[in-house]
């Protein structure tokens, strides 16, 4: 592959990257990302889109910033009591494993692999397999 096609398709990328930032996550941006950059720029384009919207993802979070104040107001109707956790909340913290009770998020949020529970009044989205609190919803 020469520099000018080298160039066309990070270019290319790079114009789709809005449309990567709304994926979920770090693995929904990957695969968003890779769709984008191989309709844009053939097999080269679906590496870097891959690499782009993974990092994309990752910053924009599991549930993206649009569907958050509806996910939020989705828990809020659901009347989920509020987990009290003496220690401070913050990604990476792993909760107790009896006393509090995890639930499915709904698939219009594209977010499978974990749950979500209500901790000192905040949403938050678990990895039910280490009870590790993957994203903070505020």
């Given amino acids: 592959m020469n520099t000018k096609h080298l160039v066309a398709t990070v270019v290319l990328v790079a114009l789709a990257f809005p449309v990567v ?16 950059g191989d309709r844009a720029a053939g097999p080269v384009g679906a590496v870097v889109g891959g690499v782009v919207g993974g990092v994309a993802g990752g910053v ?5 910033g649009d569907q958050r104040p ?15 956790y003496r220690e ?13 009770e995890y ?5 219009e949020y594209g977010v499978r692999d ?3 529970t209500v901790v000192n009044d905040h ?3 678990v990895d039910p397999r280490t009870r ?4 903070i919803i505020d």
Wanted: charged share 25%; glycine share 10%; aromatic share 10%.
């Fill in 21 to 36: 930032a709304n994926a979920q996550g770090v693995v929904g941006g990957a695969e968003s990302g890779a769709r984008q």
């Fill in 103 to 107: 639930y499915d998020v709904p698939p």
């Fill in 132 to 135: 590790r609190v993957v994203e």
């Fill in 114 to 116: 974990y749950r979500y």
């Fill in 70 to 84: 509806r996910f939020r107001e989705y828990v809020v109707t659901q009347r989920r009591p509020s987990y009290v």
């Fill in 88 to 100: 401070e909340l913050r990604d990476g913290v792993v909760l107790p494993s009896e006393g509090i």
């Fill in 60 to 64: 924009a979070g599991l549930i993206n």
């Fill in 123 to 125: 949403v938050v989205l």
